[in-house]
């Protein structure tokens, strides 16, 4: 069974770097698939941020492009991002999910909250 | 961006009731489309992928039709546990995009 936990500070002050993890147990990483991160601010629906290959190739939000990146360590088998220059509109439940090949998400992180506030 | 239109934005219905929802995308996605059903403190769930095909472990009572631009998710006899916010997402274009979700309540 895969899952994924998803961890990092829950407080980040504004203008700063928002950095979250997602460990992936049941699967090995470096076996295939895309890892993805999405968003969900409070009361609202959802934000597909961006996902990363295996062997490194990432595809992103435009959106948000020009402040986020999505690393991997198969050797940890997890994944992380990094959000930069944060403000409060940037706070939201942050989750990771596995990416199919058809482009749905099929397997999710139980989410974690981050806050942006001084 | 293909922006996905879902409605209604709350659906009352009573317990053993039908419930239809629909989703519309700004352009064709053919049939790469998903729903996930979302419960408060959880993550999404998946529930149907290519528009129609049930995930893994979801009950027959969920059913996903349409293609190009309507889509339609119908619960046929709704359980208490079925109670929750409903997504589409276009899995067809870059970005993938959410509609801003459906919320099925009892009525």
């Known amino acids: 069974q895969v899952q994924l936990q998803e961890s990092g500070p829950g407080l980040v002050k504004p203008s700063e770097t928002l950095s979250l993890t997602c460990a992936v147990s049941?699967?090995?990483?470096?076996?295939?698939?895309?890892w993805g991160w999405i968003r969900q601010p409070p009361g609202k629906g959802l934000e597909w941020i961006g996902n990363?290959?295996?062997?490194?190739?990432?595809n992103y939000n435009p959106s948000l492009r020009s402040r986020v990146t999505i690393s991997v360590d198969t050797s940890k088998n997890q994944f992380s991002l990094k959000l930069s220059s944060v403000t409060a509109a940037d706070t939201a439940v942050y989750y990771c999910?596995?990416?199919?090949?058809?482009?749905?998400?099929?397997?999710w992180g139980q989410g974690t909250q981050v806050s942006v506030s001084p | 961006e293909i922006v996905m239109t879902q409605s209604p934005a709350t659906l009352s219905v009573s317990p053993g009731e039908r419930a239809t929802l629909s989703c519309r995308a700004s352009?064709?996605?053919?049939?790469?489309l998903a729903w996930y059903q979302q419960k408060p403190g959880q993550a999404p769930r998946l529930l149907i992928y290519?528009?129609?095909t049930r995930a893994t472990g979801i009950p027959a009572r969920f059913s996903g039709s349409g293609s190009g631009t309507e889509f339609t998710l119908t619960i046929s006899s709704l359980q208490s546990e079925d109670f929750a916010v409903y997504y589409c997402?276009?899995?067809?274009?870059?970005?993938?995009?959410f509609g801003g979700g459906t919320k099925v309540e009892i009525k």
């Open positions: 990363i290959y295996h062997i490194g190739s990432t």
């Open positions: 049941g699967y090995s990483i470096s076996s295939g698939y895309y």
């Open positions: 352009q064709s996605v053919s049939s790469n």
């Open positions: 999910a596995r990416r199919s090949d058809l482009w749905y998400f099929e397997y």
């Open positions: 290519g528009a129609s």
């Open positions: 997402q276009q899995c067809d274009n870059w970005p993938l995009t």
